[in-house]
């Protein structure tokens, strides 16, 4: 309910409008809020669950094409951990297994890196340091029998620790290798170490072994962050790392998302190895990653785009047409409520002149008898003093009355409700007859009058008496517009299959905007002292009466037109 | 036309009176009724040339003693007086009956040339 309510008042705010007066500007307001409202109303929920899917789909996504890199990772770090717990438990064993003494002997040792580089391989070299860090005896490429090894680190660890993996060193023959050692204590003996040396091609093993697409790239690289392994992209073996691994305690698979040093987005999946100084690195580029991400969303970004065109067409569409028909419905009630005020305005006018004209006629036609009387009195009397005066006088009085005769007549004459009489009648005829009428004073005034009938005017059915005031009302107007000498043209025409068209048009002074809207209105009147305001009402009503239409065009100082369309039959005859 | 007996019906009795004045002074023998019974009683006992009668009177409206004259003499002519617009159907109508009608205020002249033709035309 409370949203209901809300939502009413809204889109009375912002739609309602006074329709008596929807202006132009109010339309164009009305139109755009519907628009805008319309929009907001479905773009933006649609904006939102496009926006939230988005987001949801890429989480995703992520999680499913990230979550393998993880897997990957850790297991090839295990195989990492595995191959070097291995060894060293290898190293450790003989350590073990073997006293100082037999170990000492180059011979035994040569033996066991025999065995080793078979049944291991990898096996460089392998060494007996005593506890001093001397080199007591030596199996390998080097010459290293009698080194003093007790200043350096690894040797401290060893000593420290019972044993050591080292990082990665270029040794024999230039291959990446890795040193690992293991001491050997007892109580009846000294403790010693045994050291071996391993190369690494095993690592570039389980890192192929990790079967990665040709744009991504993994390694191993240790605390310091150089390179164990050699990288596709980012650097050789022993250079350093360009990115900056976080030093996490945790086991497991980290992955972070960063740029490599190409400006390329890439995922990193990073995995500190548990007992050795080692981290490995996965890197893959978003495009491998989310490619299928970047393909829905491709897809997603142009349905959606798609969808919010068709919505804004369709409303700006169905927002016109909307408009349109309110502003025609408006429009149609607007000009039937004129029409019903002007009858209603004509009707009450009409009644109120009836009643005027009634009432005046009695006391003007007693006025006119006693008048009419001194005037008689005064004639049949022989001659005597101001006689010619008391004539020009009640001469006078009885001219005065003819004119509100003529007017209280008009009145009338605009009040009467006449009962239309049809009968079938030559349209030209009429206005010949007309013309008739008017044709002294167009040879006097010196009007030309042009006179085009249509031959073929069919005839039609109306009332002959009316039209007769119609077109005498609508030529008086013109003669009365044109100066002396000026030009009024009257056409008959065969309009269309109901109506026939009559114009009158003249070069008179023609009217202005103003007073054309003012000329159907009783009493308005321009020729002052002269009109009663009635001839134009009255033509107006006749031809709306007898079902025609009546249209006025004029341009000040130019002249003006009055076109009649008559019915050719009675509405209630047509069809029936 | 000094011989003619002409009736003047009509209730405002100052119209009347006057008209019939000015008809006297051009030496017309008028008789003046100020409503339909006085008509009607004149016209029963002196059948007259012609009788002006006007349309709108209280009482017996003007109509109706048309009717009446009709129904006593249908060979008198009647001359109606109308004050406002009675519509075209109602004049049509009270021409099937009366001469013909003339309308208030009246010109003289044409009252009597009126009176004239419809004499005349008996």
Request: include cysteine; glycine fraction near 6%; charged fraction near 25%.
């Amino acid at each position: 309910m409370g949203i209901n309510k809300w939502i009413s008042t809204l889109t009375r705010g912002l739609l309602y409008y006074n329709d008596e007066n929807i202006s132009p500007i109010r339309r164009h307001k009305l139109r755009r809020n519907m628009i805008v409202l319309m929009i907001v109303v479905t773009i933006v929920p649609i904006t939102v669950m496009a926006a939230i899917n988005y987001h949801q789909y890429q989480t995703e996504l992520k999680n499913e094409t990230i979550n393998p890199l993880r897997i990957m990772s850790d297991k090839t770090r295990h195989s990492f951990e595995l191959l070097l717990e291995e060894r060293l438990s290898t190293v450790k064993f003989i350590a073990s297994a073997y006293r100082f003494e037999e170990l000492s002997n180059t011979k035994t040792l040569s033996h066991i890196l025999l065995v080793l580089k078979k049944e291991f391989g990898g096996f460089v070299d392998l060494g007996v340091i005593d506890d001093h860090g001397i080199q007591v005896s030596y199996c390998g490429p080097y010459e290293l029998l009698g080194k003093n090894y007790s200043e350096q680190s690894w040797f401290q660890e060893a000593q420290l620790r019972g044993e050591y993996v080292s990082d990665v060193f270029m040794g024999y023959r230039k291959f990446p290798h890795i040193a690992v050692a293991a001491q050997h204590l007892s109580a009846r003996d000294k403790a010693w170490t045994l050291r071996a040396t391993i190369d690494t091609y095993r690592f570039d093993n389980l890192i192929s072994s990790m079967e990665l697409d040709p744009k991504s790239d993994a390694f191993l690289i240790n605390r310091e962050g150089i390179f164990q392994t050699n990288s596709k992209f980012y650097g050789k073996i022993l250079e350093h790392c360009p990115f900056l691994i976080p030093q996490t305690k945790h086991s497991g698979t980290s992955v972070i998302e960063t740029k490599d040093p190409r400006g390329v987005d890439v995922f990193l999946a990073y995995n500190h190895f548990m007992e050795y100084d080692y981290t490995l690195v996965a890197i893959k580029p978003h495009s491998v990653v989310l490619k299928s991400w970047y393909t829905l969303k491709n897809k997603m970004f142009f349905i959606f785009i798609v969808s919010i065109v068709v919505i804004i067409l369709v409303i700006i569409k169905l927002t016109g047409i909307l408009v349109r028909q309110i502003r025609e419905a408006v429009e149609k009630r607007e000009s039937a409520l004129r029409e019903l005020e002007h009858s209603h305005k004509l009707s009450s006018i009409g009644r109120l002149a009836a009643g005027v004209a009634h009432e005046i006629n009695n006391p003007m036609a007693i006025i006119n008898e006693k008048a009419g009387l001194m005037k008689d009195i005064v004639e049949f009397t022989p001659d005597f003093k101001k006689k010619a005066k008391l004539l020009e006088l009640t001469e006078s009085i009885i001219q005065s009355v003819e004119r509100c005769k003529t007017i209280t007549h008009r009145l009338l004459g605009f009040a009467r409700r006449l009962e239309v009489l049809f009968e079938v009648l030559d349209l030209n005829k009429i206005i010949k007859e007309v013309i008739g009428f008017l044709e002294r004073e167009a040879l006097y005034r010196k009007i030309n009058l042009n006179i085009n009938l249509a031959d073929d005017l069919p005839h039609i059915s109306s009332d002959r008496g009316q039209l007769q005031q119609v077109f005498l009302n609508i030529l008086t107007n013109a003669f009365a517009a044109v100066e002396d000498g000026g030009q009024i043209t009257i056409t008959t025409w065969d309009n269309d299959a109901d109506t026939v068209g009559v114009s009158i048009r003249d070069n008179g002074c023609g009217m202005s905007e103003d007073v054309l809207h003012h000329i159907f209105e009783p009493f308005f009147t321009t020729k002052k002292g002269t009109g009663t305001g009635l001839g134009l009402p009255i033509t107006y009503g006749i031809v709306k009466k007898l079902g025609g239409d009546f249209k006025v065009q004029s341009q000040e100082r130019e002249g003006t037109t009055f076109t009649v369309y008559l019915l050719k039959k009675p509405k209630n005859e047509q069809g029936g | 036309m000094a011989d003619w007996k002409v009736v003047l019906v009509d209730d405002e009795e100052e119209f009347v009176t006057t008209l019939a004045e000015r008809l006297d002074l051009r030496g017309i023998n008028v008789q003046v009724a100020t409503n339909g019974e006085i008509a009607l009683r004149i016209i029963e006992n002196d059948s007259p040339d012609i009788v002006v009668l006007d349309v709108m009177m209280p009482g017996l409206g003007g109509l109706e003693v048309l009717q009446r004259i009709k129904a006593i003499n249908s060979q008198i002519p009647v001359i109606l007086l109308t004050g406002h617009g009675s519509t075209e159907q109602e004049i049509e109508t009270m021409l099937e009956s009366a001469y013909d009608y003339l309308m208030k205020p009246l010109n003289i002249d044409e009252l009597i040339k009126k009176m004239q033709e419809a004499i005349n035309s008996r």
